[in-house]
């Protein structure tokens, strides 16, 4: 698990400088907005391993999908749910972009990622606490 947040905290280094840049900046920028696409995917990528993980490891059960294994963690009091539910929509956002089921806007995808960054921190930190919670019983 650890060596899952140390990937998610390098790949939020790599797009903090990006991110303090202006939109049409960014927009102008492909390797800017590869970059961010990239580490986009990569975070979520790692949050849905973090969360399967833990849902075989506590025998939790199981998800509907990549999406739903959020609902499944709050049920389990590792997320709140209300966390749980504005951070799940990263898995969608994360297909339209690999698999490009649509089109995403660039300057919605960007503030999408500027909203996201503390959110993919937080969720850190809700997983994190269980975790020692869970040690120290």
Known sequence: ?????KNIRE?????EEILKDDEK?????FRSLRTLERNFQLIVDEIIDINMHLIRELELKTADDFQSTF????????LPYDFAEKIAPVVGLRNMLIHRYEKVE????????REEYGDFTQYMKYVDEYLKT???S
């Open 1 to 5: 698990m650890e060596e899952k947040f």
């Open 11 to 15: 790949y939020l280094t790599e797009i």
């Open 25 to 29: 900046d960014i927009e102008k920028d």
């Open 71 to 78: 609902r499944v963690l709050a049920e389990s009091g590792i």
């Open 106 to 113: 660039k300057r919605i995808f960007i503030n999408h990622m």
């Open 134 to 136: 869970r040690q120290n």
